[in-house]
């Protein structure tokens, strides 16, 4: 069988890119997909791009985030999920890059009593067009605090998830959330206890460059700060009593408090109010602030 796989990708101010994004879907090697496409409000020529793909190859859709959704990628990922039909779900960037032969490796490695398959990511940059690493997916201790604290990372674009699965949550992402919103989304996926494959092969390119999410959040720190706020303490409460006592886990959150409360003092701006805020948070959950 060859289930009908759902790629879905949030986009906003990309023509420049995503033809190369979309060209990685036609070369697939598994040819049961459909390709859903949102678009967040775009002022370039993004639509123009799109519309030979929509003209030429019926598996691409092409939808506008409604105006009564909050502007955002993870409204759009939402959006994008009731628009869709797949047995399987791969949420996309629209400037990350399939491997060729990404979704038949993914969906072969399927079982009936799999929820997701996780493949890897190989980071590159894009102007010197070389591979600069890949990321960890595989973790030996406890899934929940590796995630937590960086060890391992999925991104957005690696795992293949079964609709099924997806389907059973009562959100699936935080619309609220600009910044992390697949950490914050892969983690609470991973409190539902998924049946999880690993494929320690990267399956997907993931592009650096001076336009992408992670390097814009480094330019709009109050919307980094803000967002990350709200998704950090967000998982803070939805972890149980006994994993927040993980030593690894309380020096991480606490280290990073002490990074924003520096950046506050040496700014001084208004993003501040966030740092202070979350300080007071760090002293009531730990009981202390160093």
Excluded at 92 to 117: A, Q, T, W
């Amino acid at each position: 069988m060859n289930p009908l796989v759902s790629i879905i990708i949030p986009t906003y101010n990309r023509a420049h890119l995503i033809s190369e994004t979309l060209d990685s879907i036609l070369a697939q090697t598994y040819i049961n997909w459909e390709c859903i496409i949102v678009d967040d409000g775009s002022v370039d020529d993004t639509k123009l791009v799109l519309q030979k793909y929509l003209d030429s190859d019926i598996r691409f859709q092409y939808y506008i985030r409604p105006e009564n959704m909050r502007k955002g990628p993870n409204s759009c990922r939402n959006y994008g999920f009731r628009k869709s039909k797949g047995e399987f779900i791969n949420w996309f960037d629209s400037d990350d890059i399939l491997f060729k032969n990404s979704l038949e490796l993914r969906i072969k490695n399927f079982n009936s009593n799999s929820d997701v398959v996780v493949g890897k990511c190989e980071i590159f940059d894009s102007f010197m067009g070389i591979k600069i690493a890949e990321n960890t997916i595989l973790s030996f201790g406890n899934i929940i605090k590796d995630y937590f604290v960086g060890n391992i990372t999925y991104y957005v674009s690696g795992p293949i998830w079964r609709r099924s699965f997806l389907e059973k949550q009562k959100e699936l992402f935080d619309e609220k959330i600009r910044y992390l919103d697949d950490w914050d989304f892969n983690l609470r996926m991973i409190y539902q206890k998924p049946n999880i494959k690993f494929l320690d092969i990267p399956v997907f390119k993931y592009r650096s460059h001076t336009n992408s999410l992670s390097k814009q959040i480094e330019y709009s720190n109050i919307e980094e700060f803000k967002s990350e706020c709200l998704a950090r303490n967000k998982q803070l409460k939805l972890l149980s009593k006994v994993l927040i006592k993980n030593t690894q886990i309380r020096t991480f959150i606490i280290t990073r408090h002490k990074v924003f409360l520096k950046e506050a003092l040496i700014k001084k701006d208004i993003s501040s109010f966030c740092f202070f805020w979350r300080l007071i948070m760090v002293k009531i959950r730990f009981g202390k602030l160093i």
